[in-house]
């Protein structure tokens, strides 16, 4: 197997990004799609494999359309939320049914303005399936997610002194709270089915074969490695709290702020000061912790499960060590340099994914694409509408 490549470097893309921001700013935002175009053509022709590359294909004014008429329903929104509430929720309402149809016109179109080696891609999935995917599934893991804290906070209170129906209330809960972990496994592997299983390179499939139950396992392993991180968090700053002379620097201000002596209170104790920030960058580093751990995951297990035309197959090298510490570090940088380093973060981001992306070039790899490029030189297809959103797939 040979891993993709990119070849960018931080200083070319920051010229291009600062670029587009200030046209951005001076034209108050219309030039935005043609800011998204560059951004895109230049990580795609930057990113290679055996020295082919891939290529964007969307023009400004293509992106400009769709963009367009988000800017319009978002000012239309704004503009009834403030006259009718209720209306409001009207229209926040039809977006969420419109939502899946977005997201497959999204798909469809950034498909279709995307190649490799001359050869585009295409997605054929179908808009029944969208709707399954993106509004009934996510409808139904909100219900399980929800009902949860409805169940114990309205149940624990009516059955208060029976130990019995308290106790069973709990169980019942962590009954639905496993059942939502796994609806959790299902959605995702439905929505990544449908994304793999309906994209096409040329006249080749893609496929995959995915478990909920494998999504399952690590989403638990997720929350136990969340919930150790956590506690391993607030040990840590508890025990050097305490060297201070302060057995407990937080005791008895949870609830409390607001109030001005408190806030003094806070401000003027080092000890405190401490603590709270302590237990604030710990959390941060455990969210990036968790998500590089799950992301990673994840993604190894679609690779690894991954193929185009049954022969061609794929792998993910990518670690949660190397995701978590690109991850906070470029962080960090964006802080301090004020988003400045913001060209040279996705630039390592992109370069990590690509390093870590592994394909079997070994199976006649130059022959097979050869046989795409000669396939599709005969099709034509035209770009259609652009709808351009994000799917949360880690791939």
Request: charged share 10%; hydrophobic share 50%; proline share 2%.
């Amino acid at each position: 197997m040979k891993s993709l490549n990119f070849n960018g470097t931080g200083l070319e893309y920051f010229k291009i990004w600062i670029v587009n921001i200030l046209l951005v700013i001076v034209t108050l935002g219309l030039y935005y799609p043609w800011a998204k175009v560059r951004n895109n053509r230049y990580f795609y022709a930057n990113s290679t494999l055996e020295d082919r590359n891939f290529d964007y294909y969307a023009t400004g004014k293509q992106l400009f359309f769709g963009y367009l008429i988000a800017m319009a329903l978002f000012l239309l929104y704004v503009v009834i939320q403030q006259v009718s509430p209720a209306g409001s929720g009207i229209v926040f309402l039809l977006f969420i049914i419109a939502l899946p149809w977005i997201v497959w016109r999204s798909l469809k179109f950034n498909m279709r303005i995307t190649s490799f080696s001359n050869v585009r891609f295409s997605f054929e999935g179908q808009l029944g399936g969208a709707y399954f995917n993106f509004l009934l599934l996510p409808f139904i893991f909100i219900v399980l997610l929800y009902s949860i804290p409805i169940l114990l906070t309205f149940g624990l209170a009516k059955a208060a002194g029976s130990i019995a129906t308290q106790t069973i209330l709990v169980v019942v809960s962590l009954l639905l709270a496993g059942l939502a972990v796994y609806m959790l496994g299902v959605l995702k592997k439905k929505n990544t089915s449908y994304f793999l299983n309906s994209t096409r390179y040329g006249q080749g499939q893609f496929s995959t074969e995915l478990e909920a139950t494998k999504f399952m396992k690590i989403s638990f392993k997720t929350i136990g490695l969340f919930l150790v991180a956590v506690l391993a968090c607030l040990i840590i700053v508890s025990a050097f709290t305490m060297t201070s002379g302060t057995s407990s620097p937080l005791a008895g201000l949870a609830g409390k702020f607001g109030d001005p002596e408190v806030m003094q209170e806070i401000f003027g104790n080092p000890s405190v000061l401490f603590a709270i920030g302590s237990i604030y960058i710990g959390l941060l580093l455990i969210s990036v912790l968790v998500f590089s751990y799950s992301f990673a995951r994840q993604r190894s297990y679609i690779y690894a499960n991954s193929k185009l035309d049954n022969k061609i197959s794929f792998a993910s090298t990518l670690k949660a060590r190397s995701m978590a510490w690109v991850s906070f570090t470029n962080l960090l940088a964006v802080i301090f340099s004020l988003g400045l380093a913001i060209p040279w973060a996705k630039v390592r981001v992109a370069r990590l994914l690509l390093e870590n992306t592994l394909v079997d070039t070994s199976v006649g790899f130059e022959e097979y694409v050869t046989q795409q490029q000669a396939e599709q030189s005969s099709l034509g297809e035209q770009i259609g509408d652009a709808f351009d959103v994000d799917m949360g797939i880690s791939i």
